[in-house]
């Protein structure tokens, strides 16, 4: 079986996959009337096709336990799927480069509180992985016409773990 090992989430290891979300050295200013601070253009929403719209949804995953079985990875060709936790809750974000439409080098991540993530439009990744509880996230995503859902199933599956 083929496995992966997990590693921290920073904006450089992820950058070919996307973009982190979090506040640390990111560009802010102040707002209404000096009392809120705006963090502003943490990721890069990526919109294709017709009648692309943006949708703002919560997803509550339920638990997985590690090690890992991953027998499933998708991508989504018209648009970016950016995920940000609603609470301090561990979770994991597997992604994957793609070599003539397989998914290749899997790469698992272990966001720290308050770390969130824009998956580029495109790219492999796995699905929703929070670990220990239930668990709520922000998630922005395309809306639209045409087919924005690819699957690779892994024959044997992987195994991820720390």
Do not use: C
């Not at 996959?17 to 990526?46: P, S």
């Not at 936790?85 to 272990?110: K, M, Y």
């Amino acid at each position: 079986m083929n496995a992966i090992r997990i590693e921290p989430l920073t904006a450089a290891a992820f950058a070919s996959f996307g973009q982190v979300i979090e506040i640390d050295d990111a560009q802010h200013y102040k707002i209404n009337n000096g009392m809120t601070e705006r963090y502003h253009d943490l990721a890069r929403v990526e919109l294709g096709g017709v009648h692309a719209r943006p949708l703002i949804s919560i997803f509550r995953g339920q638990p997985y336990a590690l090690p890992l079985t991953l027998r499933l990875v998708e991508r989504h060709p018209l648009g970016s799927q950016a995920f940000y936790p609603l609470s301090a809750n561990p979770w994991l974000v597997i992604v994957a480069e793609d070599e003539g439409g397989v998914p290749v080098r899997l790469r698992a991540f272990q966001p720290v509180p308050g770390q969130g993530v824009n998956i580029a439009m495109n790219t492999w990744h796995g699905v929703l992985t929070p670990l220990e509880a239930v668990s709520d996230f922000i998630v922005v995503d395309r809306g639209g016409e045409g087919n924005n859902l690819e699957e690779h199933h892994f024959d044997p599956p992987w195994t991820v773990a720390r």
